[in-house]
C-alpha cells in the first residue's frame, strides 16, 4: 500500500512539501521516488518508516521532525540520512515534545556524536539546525553539537536546548544566547573556540550559567555587547577579558558585594575595552543581605569610571542598597568627567537617586544631602553644560551661604523639598525662568518661595507654576492674607517678563484676597494667563464678577477658574500648542472636573494631547470653533455631553465626525450641533456625504446616544435628514431627535416620511425654521 501511495503521488509534480503524523508505513527496499518535495514534516511516525522515507525523498532540504522516542527515533533518522546521502539538507529541526516521558526524551552520547557527524560531514549547506526537548546530553555533546554546526560557513541559527544541559542559541541577526549551562575549563575554551568562526558575532548573552575560563582564554574580537544574568561569580574574569572589543555591558548581578568587585577588577585588569556603556542591576528580588554594597566597592566602581572609560555614554547602577550620599556624590564626580556622556542612572534603595539624560535633564529623588554634599553636587552639576531642566522630589538639600550656580537651568520642577532647601536652591540658579513646584506645606512654603524669589532678584521669571496636592489636608493646603499678598507683590513688582501664573489647591481664607492677586497680576504687562485651579472659588463669587469685569475691558490678561463645583470656563484665550498642553497637564489630577465650557477662545493641541478623563460635557460657544480648536475632543475622552456652535457646517462637522470617529464615542449620551443664525448661506450648508457620515458615526459608534440636536444646519435635500433620522433609529437608546431649520419644509419629504412610520419610543420633534413655534412630534420605531 505504501509503494501505491508514493506511485499516485509522482503525478502531483507541485507537491512540493509532504506532512505525516500518527502513522506508520512500510516501504519496499528501492521505493518510488518523489523528487519535488523540498520539506517534510513529521509527527509521532512509527521508528521503522524513516529509512525508506528518506531513501524516497531525493530533493529534501528541509527536515521538522517531532519524535516519540528520542533514543529510539534519532537514531534511526541519522542513520536514514547518512544512508541515502542525497538530500542537501538546509533545514533540521527535531523537537522531543513537553508531554514525553522522562524515559522517552533521553539520548546517549553515542547518539548525539552521531547527529554531530551528520552535520559536520553531510550538511555542507546547513542554514539551521534546532534540537530541542530531550534529556541528558550532557556538556560535552554540546559543544560537539556546537564544534560540528560551526563547520558550516551557510549557518544562520542554531538551537540547542536540554532539558537539563542547559541551552545554546545562534541567530545571525541577534547573535549567540548561552542559558543554564554549567562549563568546566575545557568545554568553555572549546566553546569559546567555536564562537571565533562566528564573525559577524556582535551580541552575547550568558544566564544561569558558570563559565570557567582558563588562563589565556580564546578571544571573541567581534562582541560588542555582552548581556550577563544570574552568572557565577567567578566567571567574570575571564569572560571580560576574553571579549577586547567589549563596548556595552548589561549585567544583572546576583550577590552585589561578590559581583560588583569581580566585574570591576575584571574590566580594570583587561584595559582593552573601549566601554561606552555600563549597566549593572540587582534585580527586585535579591534578599537585603545580597543587594547591599560597601563604599569601598562603589569606590572602586568611580575610579574604574574616571580613569578607564573615556568614551562613556551611559552609566546605570540601580537596585543596590547602602551606598550612602557620599557614594552618590562621588559616582556623580567620577562620571562627570566623561565628556561623551549621555546618560547616568544612579538608584539606591535607600539612599536616594540620581538621572541625567541629555534630552531631559536632571533628576534627583529622595536624596538627603548635607551642606558639603550639595555643594560638591552642584560642582558637578555645572560641567553639564547643556543641563536646562532640574528636578527634584522627595528630598532635602542643605545649602552653603554662597552656593556654585548653575546658569544654564531655565526649569525647575520641585515636589516635596523641605522648605529650608528653597533659599540656596532658587539662588543657586540665576538663568531661571520657569518654575513648578509641588509644595508640602502652603503657608510655609509659598512665604519661602516669594522671599528666596525677592531676595535673589536675578532670575526673568516667565511661568510660575504652584500646586498642592490633592492628598494635604486643609490646614496644608491654606494661606493667608498676608502671604497672598506678597506672592502679588513680588508679581508686581519683580516679574516683568511673566507670562503665565498657575495656583492649584491653593486656599485663601477670603475670595477677596484672591481678587487682589488679580489685580496685581493685571499690572504685570507681559501676564497673558492666570489659572485658579480649586482655589475656594465658586461661580457666583467676587472672582467671577472681577474676572468678567477684566475680560470685557481691553486688558489682555485672562484668567480662569476651576471652580469647586466642578466647572470649568475657557473664555477669550488664544494659546499655543505649548500653553495649551501646560494648561492641559495642570488640569489632569483634578478629577472634580466635569463640565468645560470654551468661548471665543482658541486653542492648539500636540498630535497626542494630555487626556482629562474627567470631563463629561463639553460646550463650544461664541467663536469657539472646532477648527480652532482642532484636538480637542481627543483630550476628552470620556465625553458624555457636548454642544457644540458651528462656524462652518461642512468643516465642523466633518470634523466632529473624524474626532468621534477616533475617540470611539461609545460614551455620548447627547448631541447638540448648532448653526447660528448670523451664519451666510454658504457657512450653514452641508453635503450629502457629511451629514451621512454624521449618520454613520451614530449608527456605528454611539451605542448609549440618547438625545441628539441640530439647529440651522442646512442639507441640500431632505433625503439627507431621512438617512440621518434612518440612523438613528438603529440605536437602541436613543429617544429624542429634535431637527430645527435644517432645510425640512412642511409636507416634504421628511414629514411624509415620518408620518407611515410605525409608532415607537423614538421621539422626533421638527421645527422648518429656527423662530418656528410650530413643531411636529412624531413618535416613531426603532430598527432592530
Known amino acids: 500500500m505504501t509503494d501505491k501511495l508514493w506511485s499516485c503521488l509522482r503525478p502531483f509534480t507541485p507537491l512540493n512539501q509532504l506532512s505525516i503524523s500518527d502513522s506508520s508505513l512500510s516501504f519496499p527496499p528501492s521505493p518510488p521516488e518523489l523528487p519535488s518535495v523540498k520539506k517534510l514534516s513529521a509527527e509521532r511516525v512509527a521508528t521503522h518508516i524513516y529509512e525508506g522515507l528518506f531513501s524516497s525523498l531525493p530533493g529534501l532540504r528541509d527536515i521538522d521532525i517531532t519524535i516519540d522516542d528520542a533514543e529510539r527515533d534519532i537514531p534511526q533518522i541519522t542513520a536514514g540520512l547518512r544512508r541515502s546521502g542525497r538530500q542537501e539538507l538546509t ?66 541559527s542554531l538551537h540547542l536546548q536540554s532539558l537539563d544541559c542547559g541551552s545554546f542559541d545562534y541567530d545571525r541577526q541577534s547573535d549567540v544566547q548561552i542559558k543554564k549551562c554549567q562549563l568546566s575549563t575545557e568545554m568553555t575554551a572549546r566553546m569559546w573556540s567555536c564562537l571565533r568562526s562566528f564573525t559577524s558575532l556582535k551580541h552575547l548573552t550568558i544566564s544561569d550559567s558558570s563559565l570557567s575560563f582558563p588562563p589565556s582564554p580564546p578571544e571573541l574580537p567581534s562582541v560588542l555587547k555582552l548581556s550577563a544574568e544570574r552568572v557565577t561569580t ?4 575571564g569572560l571580560l577579558s576574553s571579549l577586547p572589543g567589549l563596548r556595552d555591558i548589561d549585567i544583572t548581578i546576583d550577590d552585589a558585594e561578590r559581583d560588583i568587585p569581580q566585574i570591576t577588577a575584571g574590566l580594570r585588569r583587561s584595559v582593552r575595552q573601549e ?187 516667565t511661568h510660575i507654576t504652584i500646586t498642592a496636592p490633592p492628598s494635604l489636608p486643609p490646614e496644608k493646603n491654606s494661606v493667608s492674607k498676608e502671604t497672598m499678598r506678597r506672592l502679588g507683590i513680588l508679581i508686581r513688582e519683580q516679574t516683568k517678563n511673566l507670562q503665565w501664573l498657575c ?86 489630577s483634578f478629577t472634580s472636573l466635569k463640565h468645560l465650557t470654551i468661548s471665543d477662545s482658541s486653542l492648539s493641541f500636540p498630535p497626542s494631547p494630555p487626556e482629562l478623563t474627567s470631563v463629561t460635557k463639553l460646550l463650544l460657544v461664541k467663536r469657539a470653533t472646532l477648527q480652532s480648536n482642532e484636538g480637542l475632543l481627543s483630550s476628552l475622552p470620556g465625553l458624555r455631553d457636548i454642544d457644540i456652535t458651528i462656524g462652518d457646517a461642512e468643516r465642523d462637522i466633518s470634523q466632529i465626525t473624524a474626532d468621534l470617529g477616533r475617540t470611539g464615542g461609545q460614551q455620548l449620551t447627547r448631541m447638540t450641533i448648532r ?20 449618520g454613520l458615526l451614530i449608527r456605528a459608534q454611539t451605542k448609549n446616544m440618547q438625545q441628539l440636536y441640530v439647529s440651522g444646519v442646512k442639507c441640500t435635500d431632505e433625503e439627507d435628514l431621512n438617512h440621518l433620522i434612518g440612523s438613528c433609529r438603529y440605536v437602541k437608546t436613543m429617544s429624542k431627535v429634535c431637527l430645527e431649520g435644517c432645510g425640512s419644509t412642511a409636507g416634504g419629504r421628511l414629514e411624509s416620511h415620518l408620518t407611515r412610520l410605525h409608532t415607537g419610543t423614538l421621539n422626533v420633534f421638527l421645527m422648518h425654521g429656527i423662530d418656528d413655534t410650530h413643531s411636529g412630534y412624531y413618535p416613531i420605531n426603532h430598527i432592530d
Open 234 to 237: 567567578h566567571s567574570y574574569e
Open 503 to 588: 495656583l492649584s489647591r491653593v486656599k485663601c481664607t477670603d475670595e477677596k484676597d484672591l481678587v487682589e492677586l488679580v489685580e496685581s497680576c493685571g499690572q504685570a504687562k507681559t501676564l497673558r494667563h492666570f489659572m485658579l485651579l480649586g482655589c475656594g472659588t465658586n461661580i457666583d463669587g467676587r472672582l467671577v464678577l472681577h474676572i468678567t469685569g477684566l475680560h470685557m475691558s481691553n486688558k489682555s490678561l485672562r484668567v480662569i477658574a476651576l471652580h469647586d463645583d466642578g466647572q470649568l470656563v475657557v473664555e477669550k484665550f488664544q494659546l499655543s500648542s505649548e500653553m495649551t498642553t501646560r494648561m492641559w497637564s495642570c488640569l489632569r
Open 91 to 156: 533545514h533540521i529541526t527535531i523537537t522531543a515534545p513537553p508531554s514525553l516521558p522522562s524515559e522517552k526524551n533521553s539520548v546517549s552520547r553515542q547518539t548525539m556524536r552521531e547527529v554531530g557527524l551528520l552535520v559536520r560531514e553531510q550538511t555542507k549547506n546547513l542554514q539551521r539546525l534546532s534540537l530541542s526537548g530531550m534529556r541528558c546530553f550532557d556538556e560535552e555533546d554540546l559543544i560537539d553539537l556546537v564544534e560540528s554546526s560551526a563547520y558550516s560557513k551557510s549557518l544562520d
Open 675 to 694: 448653526a447660528p443664525s448670523s451664519l451666510p448661506p454658504e457657512m450653514n450648508s452641508v453635503s450629502r456625504e457629511t451629514m451621512r457620515g454624521l
Open 275 to 461: 566601554l561606552t556603556h555600563i549597566t549593572i542591576t540587582a534585580p527586585p528580588s535579591l534578599p537585603s543581605e545580597k543587594n547591599s554594597v560597601s563604599r569601598q566597592t562603589m569606590r572602586e566602581v568611580g575610579l574604574l569610571v574616571r580613569e578607564q572609560t573615556k568614551n562613556l555614554q551611559r552609566l546605570s547602577l540601580s537596585g543596590m542598597r547602602c551606598f550612602d550620599e557620599e557614594d552618590l556624590v562621588d559616582l556623580v564626580e567620577s562620571s562627570a568627567y566623561s565628556k561623551s556622556l549621555d546618560s547616568l542612572h544612579l538608584q539606591s534603595l535607600d539612599c536616594g537617586s540620581f538621572d541625567y539624560d541629555r534630552q531631559s535633564d536632571v533628576q534627583i529623588k529622595k536624596c538627603q544631602l548635607s551642606t558639603e554634599m550639595t555643594a560638591r553636587m552642584w560642582s558637578c552639576l555645572r560641567s553639564f553644560t547643556s543641563l536646562k531642566h532640574l528636578t527634584i522630589s522627595d528630598s532635602s538639600l542643605s545649602f552653603p551661604p554662597s552656593p556654585p550656580e548653575l546658569p544654564s537651568v531655565t526649569k525647575l520642577a520641585a515636589e516635596r523639598v523641605t522648605s529650608h532647601s528653597y533659599e540656596g536652591l532658587l539662588s543657586s540658579l540665576p538663568g531661571l525662568i520657569d518654575i513648578d513646584i509641588t509644595i508640602d506645606d502652603a503657608e510655609r512654603d509659598i512665604s519661602q518661595i516669594t522671599a528666596c524669589l525677592r531676595r535673589s532678584g536675578r532670575q526673568e521669571l
